[in-house]
């Protein structure tokens, strides 16, 4: 199923040698994800941090009449994901999906994927449940609950078809930069979670973590980039007001998009 998804999107897997520092190398703690000498990760991985935000009434509303249909209870215990969208379809698991305009462009533009969706935002949970009411859309559900936890106690090996995270908080300051997302074991996690043949799609409009991409996803065995470098933005991928905006200051959007090999 996930070779069939790649195929569908017409990307050309580019075949690049990888070649990792040995450990104690300067490179090895560069920007591929691993610290620099001194600085350990954070205990835990975590995939979002909280932020304030108030809920409106239409985001509250949609919370009462759409969540016990939407919003899936987080168990640690492997997803039925057949059962909770009443079909067998692609999965693509999102990570932080903010107010939920792209998920739900997506979501509408690819019906017959299943779209499994993590944000701990509570606003943003209730702006996405409003689309999915707004728009009619059935193929999404959401966990509003760390998507480290989900990952390692709901999905199963081989079990997804892409994963989409857009966006991430960039961390500007180097001293933060050990908080990204995107580091070396979060990927090693989601990798082994695709399907052979299935994608990871980033995106940032911060060029420096574009770079840090690009290297820590270069840098796991199980991904094969699908350009040469950067990705041309897929057609699904719409353009959100935050990006237009961005473009329009001059800022730069990059998007990197790996598979699992075979």
């Given at each position: ?155 199963a090996p081989a079990c ?57 996803l270069g840098a796991e ?33 990059w998007d990197v998009v ?5």
């Amino acid at each position: 199923m996930g070779q069939r998804l790649g195929a569908n999107l017409q990307w050309v897997i580019v075949t690049e040698p990888t070649i990792s520092p040995a450990p104690g190398h300067p490179a090895a703690h560069a920007p591929d994800g691993t610290p620099p000498p001194g600085v350990a990760y954070p205990k835990t991985i975590k995939s979002f941090v909280r932020r304030a935000g108030r809920t409106t009434t239409g985001q509250a509303k949609a919370f009462e009449d759409l969540g016990p249909r939407f919003v899936l209870p987080y168990t640690a215990a492997p997803l039925d994901a057949a059962a909770a969208f009443g079909r067998n379809a692609p999965l693509v698991l999102e990570i932080g999906f903010g107010m939920g305009e792209a998920t739900a462009h997506i979501a509408k533009m690819r019906p017959d994927d299943n779209f499994l969706c993590c944000e701990v935002h509570e606003p943003g949970v209730g702006a996405l449940l409003k689309r999915i009411g707004e728009q009619g859309l059935t193929n999404i559900r959401i966990l509003q609950h760390d998507a480290v936890e989900v990952i390692d106690h709901m999905l199963a090996p081989a079990c997804l078809d892409g994963i989409h995270i857009f966006f991430p908080d960039p961390w500007h300051k180097k001293k933060h930069n050990k908080r990204r997302l995107i580091q070396a074991p979060l990927v090693a996690k989601l990798a082994a979670r695709l399907k052979p043949g299935g994608y990871l799609h980033c995106a940032t409009d911060w060029q420096p973590y574009a770079e840090q991409m690009l290297q820590v996803l270069g840098a796991e065995p199980l991904l094969a980039n699908t350009a040469e470098g950067f990705a041309p933005q897929p057609e699904y991928r719409p353009l959100t007001k935050f990006e237009n905006r961005g473009l329009r200051l001059g800022h730069g959007v990059w998007d990197v998009v790996f598979v699992r090999r075979n």
